[in-house]
């Protein structure tokens, strides 16, 4: 399969934000979101067996009591290269929870069902909206994640009614609302995270506010943190 690279940091997002994590970003990706913040990965990398993804992880991860035990597939989409179902078993195999990261427009059900899965719905503002897989939402269950990255009121109206009429927060562990961070060179703008979480708060919805640890720890343009 092919890596663009593999890294210790901490979880930057979700339900585990904070903790320490080893990251397989997987190369390439057939969306591309306005706003996106890994499009080095849709080039390049470099081809590793299974074993050799493997033999990195552990050297990251270490052994004894410190041993890290969360590992997240990355991209780019994971889900292009046709070894990532097999990746997560070795991973599975080895010890480690196993996570992964995804556009939502690929189906999910061929991973294993240990996988806790990280489902994006692609927002208006992405440029992207529409692409999302409906069967993914038969395919979640209680461990996973459904993932709105909102750029605008637009897209939060978006997220809300998607939530509502789809009854996501019944069908999965959390859903959360993340806003786009400001991209530093000046491509995109972002949206506060007073802003959004206002909005959360003025309609009750049942979500978490999602916000990218790793940029306000590391700069935010920086790679493989």
Known sequence: MIITEIFKSIQGEGTRAGLPC?????????????WCDTAYAFHGGKKHSLDEV???VRRLAGDGPGRVP?????????????????????LLAAGYTVMIETSGERFIGVLPREVIKIVDVKCPESGESGK???ANLSVVDAKDEIKFVIASRRDYDFAREFLERHGLAARVHEVLFSPVFAD???RWPGLSARELTEWI????????????LHKFIWDPAMKGV
């Not at 708060?201 to 990218?212: F, K, N, T, Y």
């Open 184 to 186: 530093p060179e000046g």
């Open 70 to 90: 969360l590992v997240e597939i990355t991209g780019g989409e994971p889900l292009l290269q046709p070894e990532t179902p097999a990746l997560a078993e070795v």
């Open 132 to 134: 999302f897989d409906l």
């Open 201 to 212: 708060l003025a309609d009750g919805l049942p979500v978490r506010l999602g916000l990218q």
């Open 22 to 34: 080893i990251f397989v970003r997987l190369t390439g990706c057939n969306l591309r979101c306005v």
């Open 54 to 56: 493997l033999k990195q």
